[in-house]
């Protein structure tokens, strides 16, 4: 089914279908994390910034609150969280004394890593146990699905 051959009513299932079974799957990550994780899990939110500042070390607190859909206030207020918890570092910028660049600490690192195992190996489980095609689909769908964003996502147009 293209966007061009699709009718309304098919787009419309569709639609629905995504937004419904995204969130499920999301809840369904979330408590089986909340079972088998040593730690208190952060909300979600604490811990998007902590993986988008694990793969963009020294990231300014503007550019992650762009990144993250966020208003640079309420970043600030969780990255002060994050920090007093030891697991975010605010480092000033040498030529700009207003600017500050986001590291995580050595803790958060390893939780960040522990969260994306469990959640990895919870994944791996439920498709260990799908049929090829169901596989299959799931593959072909991702890229689909990263599009989808792309287009829904407020930077992407």
């Known amino acids: 089914m293209t966007a061009v051959s699709a009718s309304a009513q098919d787009l419309s299932r569709v639609a629905s279908a995504i937004t419904a079974v995204l969130p499920a799957l999301n809840r369904a990550l979330e408590r089986r994390l909340a079972q088998d994780f040593a730690h208190p899990k952060p909300p979600e939110g604490q811990l998007a910034l902590l993986r988008l500042v694990g793969e963009r070390d020294g990231i300014t607190v503007r550019e992650a609150a762009e990144a993250l859909l966020v208003r640079p206030n ?8 994050l ?17 500050a660049h986001l590291h995580l600490t050595r803790e958060a690192t390893r939780r960040v890593e522990e969260v994306q195992a469990l959640m990895d190996g919870y994944v791996v489980a439920a498709l260990s146990v799908l049929t090829d095609g169901d ?9 689909a699905l990263d599009a989808l964003t792309g287009h829904i996502h407020p930077a992407g147009h």
């Open 74 to 81: 309420n970043l600030s207020a969780m990255v002060s969280r």
């Open 83 to 99: 920090i007093a918890e030891g697991l975010l570092e605010r480092r000033q910028d040498s030529a700009d004394k207003r600017v």
């Open 135 to 143: 596989l299959g689909a799931i593959g072909s769908a991702l890229g």
